[in-house]
């Protein structure tokens, strides 16, 4: 069984009516609702901060494999697109 914490929270009188109306769309309580959506920002944060440190771990690479990289004038001087 996983424990559950109680807390007071102190809510603009609009926030709470548009959190008791989405509640009451899920057929939830507003505090199982806030829960929810609580858990679910976590969780995004957390998927978030493994994805960064896991694209961080990997070195960087040469992509031109020993040529000169092209000017920006050369990339940028073609003539479809004048």
């Not at 440190?53 to 697109?81: A, C, F, Q, W």
């Amino acid at each position: 069984m996983r424990k559950l914490k109680n807390v007071t929270i102190t809510l603009e009188e609009a926030v709470a009516r548009w959190a008791r109306m989405q509640a009451a769309r899920e057929n939830t309580s507003v505090s199982r609702f806030l829960g929810s959506l609580l858990k679910e920002r976590m969780r995004d944060e957390e998927e978030y901060n493994a994805a960064m440190e896991s694209y961080l771990s990997v070195r960087p690479r040469l992509v031109s494999k020993g040529r000169k990289y092209p000017h920006r004038e050369e990339l940028y001087d073609r003539p479809r697109l004048r």
